[in-house]
């Protein structure tokens, strides 16, 4: 759906989508005086290559087509998805994400030309956009007070701070709406992962437990899990207004006090009696335990045809060819399933759930 209102962010993810629209119709000029490449390393004709791998871009060969097989790999492969030129990079202007600051610099690569055509073609004309033809625009203030709910990662949009409880009372709201699913606790329940474990991501073998990740080893910001929260959870009534505003931040304020996120840089931890609200959420944003280690992943992805017989040794079990010998993915080291996280952490006995029921 497109708003017929103009926002700053809006705007801005415009300014993404129809410059690298317009980079890549001005790469047609730099064709026509080049003939085959853009700037000396890219096959100025990536569109026409794509669309007749019926839209295929990532494909290992359309990649090779358009990037050359030398610079679709390896180090160079690397080195080439830092440039802001490269149809395939995912670098993004300072001035769309306000700086290189983590996983925001990544975007939608320009060899993603189905997005920037749509976008190019749809952004600017909101009267006259319609969705296939099915129902009516909604209406602005339906919009506004219902669905308008998104926290940016500097806060804009969280509520007021007057809107909030105390940490024990977005603990009894956690109880009831969320602990059926997640343990009262946080340590996960019927199944579902847990929010809140005293475990490190990082695994020293091949044969140990997958690593749990959970809000406090793994979520990054804050502000970005009291969004997710109020826009999904609980699963069967999202956004619930039973819940409201200052229930969502009194739950989030009782998980992060479950998962010791401090409050300021000398450790200070939140009490069952503190008033939970946006200024404490936006302090525990600075110290969330694993924000420094996102970052966007630049290696090309490559897809290998399905070998189904007469594969090659290294397609094979351990790499040289035996069948026999080979790890099986979400399993532990003695053959049993890692299903249920109480019981991977020792805590419950076989079954599913609390203590087996």
């Given amino acids: 759906m497109f708003n017929t209102k103009k926002t700053i962010v809006a705007a801005s993810i415009a300014t993404l989508f129809t410059g690298s629209a317009m980079a890549m119709s001005g790469s047609s000029d730099k064709a026509a005086a080049t003939a085959e490449k853009i700037d000396g390393k890219y096959a100025a004709n990536y569109e026409e290559i794509i669309r007749k791998a019926d839209g295929k871009y990532l494909d290992k060969e359309v990649i090779e087509a358009i990037l050359g097989k030398d610079a679709a790999h390896g180090r160079d492969g690397l080195e080439g998805k830092l440039d802001p030129n490269n149809p395939y990079s995912f670098e993004v202007a300072d001035s769309i994400d306000g700086g290189n600051h983590g996983n925001a610099q990544c975007k939608i690569p320009a060899a993603f030309i189905d997005v920037h055509d749509n976008a190019k073609a749809n952004y600017y004309h909101d009267a006259d956009y319609v969705a296939r033809g099915f129902g009516t625009p909604i209406a602005e203030s339906a919009v506004q007070a219902k669905w308008n709910i998104t926290v940016d990662g500097d806060g804009r949009g969280l509520p007021d701070p007057t809107v909030g409880m105390s940490v024990e009372e977005g603990g009894k709201l ?28 990082v695994t020293s073998s091949f ?50 006090q479950s998962n010791y996120i401090p409050i300021d840089a000398q450790g200070t931890e939140l009490e069952d009696d503190t008033f939970y609200n946006s200024e404490l959420l936006m302090k525990q944003n600075k110290f969330m335990k694993n924000q420094g280690n996102f970052f966007c992943d630049h290696r090309p992805v490559i897809h290998n045809a399905r070998c189904m017989e007469n594969c090659a040794d290294e397609q094979v079990g351990d790499g040289t060819g035996n069948i026999q010998n080979f790890k099986q993915a979400r399993r532990l080291p003695d053959g049993t399933p890692q299903y249920n996280v109480p019981q991977r952490m020792n805590e419950d006995p076989p079954g599913v759930g609390h203590s087996g029921m």
């Fill in 174 to 201: 956690y109880v009831q709406f969320c602990g059926m699913c997640h343990g009262e606790f946080g340590e996960g329940a019927k199944g579902y992962l847990p929010l809140a474990v005293d475990s490190n991501l």
């Fill in 207 to 256: 044969d140990d437990p997958a690593p749990i990740k959970a809000v406090g080893n793994f979520w990054p910001y804050a502000v970005t899990f009291f969004d997710y929260i109020r826009r999904t959870m609980p699963f069967w009534t999202p956004n619930a207004p039973f819940i409201g505003d200052a229930g969502y931040m009194g739950i989030t304020g009782y998980i992060m």
